[in-house]
């Protein structure tokens, strides 16, 4: 018998979350059965996708679930194992409790190889958020040499992947983030072209216009709302937006609606597509291939902020959503 | 020398197009240079996408301009000809000014066959409105057996053959329009499945919730506006939404911004595509071997308002805007 800490949905927000929307437990963890496996989780990640989950939203992706433990994609260790695909000591990569202990029976998880790169890059730059990114740049904003792609959240754990992936096309890549000190990473490290603070810039319309001259021609979009406002207004003819996230409206009450004219949408023939990156599945080879490939010839630089202990997860998360932390943000569990 | 009757832009409107916008003119022509033509005017199509051009908006098309006739879709004969390509009697179709007479270089007419069909059937079925709903309809909704498909505007020009290609491809097609008799009409003659009076319906979201109680996988967008937001809502994952028109739009000073939840195109992974139908030239052929071909087959019904004179074009343009015709729009012109 295990005892796993555990932190579960206590209720469900309303507008922001709030510290009491989470409760950590102890639980202990049934006997396995035939075909399960017990998995230590060694790092979990935090993503803001799993705002809308902690609603109750029509959604493909079931809402969490109140008094049941809240998942996220995960780095765990094997350490006990009824399920014959895997053997104890396997590091696994995929969906785990918010827990010490997670009783699997294995679907959806996949084995990792430790020589690789460090455990927790299986949670960003070789993980969904890069492969959020690939997906999104390569598939639907294709930005060709000399376009302007524009990237919210420009050093979020998507947003820091999307932004080089531009500009290794060729693109001028422009962005925003929440302080300056992020802003300079995007330019000095990450190579955008240029970064703004959408906190202190209040006039993101004027801004745009010095940042992108030309237009925009692919928008990553991670935050929707004024930003996203903005930036539709200065597409391209044939622009393409990539709807990722809108991080603006998870935690809005009464979110900014949609942009006044969509009738734009029309004269400037704008293609926009909405996706989720698990949809994707298919194209996994292909992102390995090509990201990993990047990764190894260090052309793909990191950046990630890292939590220690479990229990500081839901702190952790409230400050995502207010954009506290710096790049990927991963909770070292174990 | 040649006296044109021709409707030039008198001034652009603000909100609702008034008569005052328009001034018929009479005009002596030029005598023509090498490579030119005089062409005299058959039949003149109207259409919503021309209220756009009466405004100055940042636009590929260029607005109409004040003091110079309106161009729109037309059939006209050759009456006299200095360009190697057409001959005097040579039927065309193209863009020609609203007016008894146009001089022409030649330059995006084609000729075309009076066997074929009657010639006002060039602008609406076999026309460019015809090619508009096919294109969006097979390129961008792309409708599967067993699916559902919305059309706004649905007995329009365009929308009465999206709605017949929906229902070819063996969707469930659903439609709204502003009057009983073409809710009728569209359910009696086109084939729609269900048809409801947008101007007697309020609660559109009832209404759909009863008429596609699966949801809607295509929309093809004319209208815009609260019709708009009510199907958006009502989207299935996967959806596709071929945005061709906002007429809502057009003539509203503050038009109703796009719908609140932009975070629905993720969820949903919704694609949104704008598109105009000139962009599409190399498809041409394509759509005329298959439209054509049903259209020859009986296979596509039609309905159209023939306006006699050019002088009405006017007023039934505002009646346009208006949806006080029925079906296709046209003006005979001489």
Redesign the interface.
């Known amino acids: 018998m295990t005892d796993a800490t555990q932190i579960v949905l206590a209720k469900r927000p309303v507008g922001d979350v709030t510290a009491d929307c989470f409760r950590q437990e102890t639980a202990r963890l049934p006997a396995l059965n035939d075909g399960e496996m017990l998995v230590a989780s060694r790092f979990l990640s935090l993503d803001p996708y799993m705002r809308?989950r902690m609603s109750e939203?029509?959604?493909?992706v079931p809402p969490f679930e109140i008094g049941k433990p809240l998942t996220g994609g995960s780095v765990g260790e094997v350490v006990e194992s009824r399920n014959p695909r895997f053997a104890k000591g396997d590091l696994v990569m995929g969906l785990l409790n918010w827990a010490t202990h997670t009783v699997h029976d294995g679907k959806g998880l996949r084995k990792i190889d430790p020589a690789m790169a460090p455990l927790q890059a299986h949670l960003g730059v070789l993980g969904m958020p890069s492969f959020t990114a690939w997906y999104g740049m390569k598939h639907i904003c294709r930005p060709k040499d000399g376009e302007t792609v524009f990237v919210s959240a420009a050093t979020g754990a998507v947003g820091q992947v999307a932004g080089q992936l531009a500009k290794l096309a060729g693109a001028r890549v422009v962005g925003c983030a929440g302080d300056d000190q992020k802003c300079q990473w995007a330019v000095r490290e990450a190579g955008y072209d240029a970064c703004f603070n959408h906190r202190s810039e209040h006039d993101t319309g004027a801004v745009l216009d010095k940042l992108c001259p030309k237009g925009i021609d692919g928008d990553f979009e991670n935050v929707?709302g004024r930003i996203?406002h903005a930036v539709f207004e200065r597409m391209n003819?044939f622009g393409r937006i990539a709807?990722?996230?809108?991080i603006s409206?998870?935690q809005d009450k009464d979110?900014l609606?949609?942009?006044?004219?969509?009738?734009?949408?029309?004269?400037?023939?704008?293609?926009?597509?909405?996706?989720?990156v698990s949809?994707q599945a298919a194209l996994l080879g292909d992102f390995v291939n090509e990201v990993g490939g990047l990764v190894k010839a260090g052309k793909l630089k990191s950046r990630e902020t890292v939590v220690d202990g479990l229990a500081r997860a839901p702190t952790a998360f409230l400050g995502l959503l207010k954009g506290e932390n710096f790049g990927k943000l991963i909770v070292k569990v174990g």
Do not use: H, W
């Open positions: 809308p939203l029509r959604s493909y929707g996203f003819n709807f990722c996230g809108a409206e998870y979110p609606a949609g942009p006044p004219k969509m009738f734009t949408i029309v004269q400037r023939r704008l293609t926009i597509q909405g996706f989720i949809d």
